[in-house]
């Protein structure tokens, strides 16, 4: 479908929940369980968990739970056609046999056959190398980007507070560092003006901001060439504007992981952050936008990929058809007409390419570049160059704890930067 037909096809659909955003629609549904399962009523519990995998879009976590719920009323059948459907998704879960609805059913063959192929979900795979690695072990890098002008890449540094620049070579120095003090999120080079925007966020309850700035976002606009800050606009209240996409005309995407908000800022000065969504998002991640025309790729942590059209705020979901999980991405690129996707919130983590329809409708495959191996670690974004894909694996999220700490008996190693060729 050319991108013309597809906006008008996206006019026509409006997505409604019961007249709420999705942030509110979800704490609607998270009560609804909580009440059926306080009052132990069996039918109300299920009619909720239902509508929880709906809101969801049928996503493995959502699906996984469902089979849970299926089997403590005793419908096997259902319940075991969900076990299905999360296995089929890619995913696996080691407490999933142990848990007391399906202690009985271990030896049975159907039972053990799903066992066995969710196994077979964690076996490696490795259709990446790594190119470079990090000196530091405690950056914890978050996005990157490539500058063809000078061939290193730019990488953002959590914990570091600032951009680092790293060559093909693994030569490394330091960018520009956060004006405020505040992890550096989000980074995208404009080549065609010769700027630099970025994201410093001052992530609530984090141990690396201060504290007196918990909730606050920046967006930056460095000169390219100087690093000399050109442009400084704060973000709402109480935001983590954590992922950013550039339009062909210069304008910033901006998505706001906590508050689920996606935001424009033109790139005239003066102009003010505007939103751009219908409130159909809980925690959006960096949107992909098309060579042409509002529509936009949004992945969301929790409910999925959407195609968002920006000129009428309506949203229309991309299916996995029940064998394809599209939760956790944190990372989301367009290649050919498949996204390539970083599901560090999956189980396995993975990096995969999801094939779409060319109405942009539906997954139709998957491949996985990498999942469960000794490099990938815990991967975050990656950038498209000719016909290769850069990631960050290995970034040293899965070894802090929800404030930024060093968790318990963790240790960090050092991130990586691997590459993937295009077949």
Known sequence: ????????????????????????????????????????????????????????????????????????????????????????????????????????????????????????????????????????????PEDIDYDPSTEPFLVTSVLGKKIVRISLDGRESDFAKSPEGWPMLAIKIDRIRGLLWATEVALDKFAAAPSKDWGRSMILCLDLKNRTIVREVEGPAESALGDMALTPDGDVLVADNNGGGLYRLRSKAGSKLERIDGGDFLSPQPPVVLPRGSLVFVPDYERGVALLDTATKQARWIDGRKLHTLHGVDGLYLQNGSLLAIQNGSAPERVVRFRLDPEFREVTAEEVIERSTPTLGDPTHGVIVGDRFYYIA?????????????????TMTRARIMRSKFH
């Open 1 to 140: 479908m050319n991108e013309q037909l597809l906006n008008c096809f996206l006019a026509a659909v409006v997505v409604v929940f019961a007249g709420s955003d999705a942030p509110t629609r979800f704490a609607e549904l998270r009560k609804k369980v909580e009440e059926a399962r306080e009052s132990k009523d069996q039918k109300r519990l299920l009619a909720a968990e239902i509508e929880v995998a709906e809101f969801f879009h049928d996503s493995a976590p959502a699906t996984e739970q469902l089979a849970l719920t299926f089997s403590e009323i005793g419908d096997q059948v259902r319940a075991l056609q969900a076990v299905h459907d999360f296995v089929a998704m890619g995913q696996a879960d080691d407490n999933l046999p142990a848990a007391r609805p399906f202690a009985a059913w271990k030896d049975q063959p159907e039972f053990k056959e799903l066992m066995h192929q969710m196994d077979l979900n964690k076996t490696p795979i490795y259709q990446a190398d790594p190119l470079v690695e990090f000196k530091d072990p405690g950056l914890i």
């Open 394 to 410: 290995n970034s040293g999220w899965d070894s802090l704890d929800g404030t930024g700490k060093l968790k318990q008996n963790a």
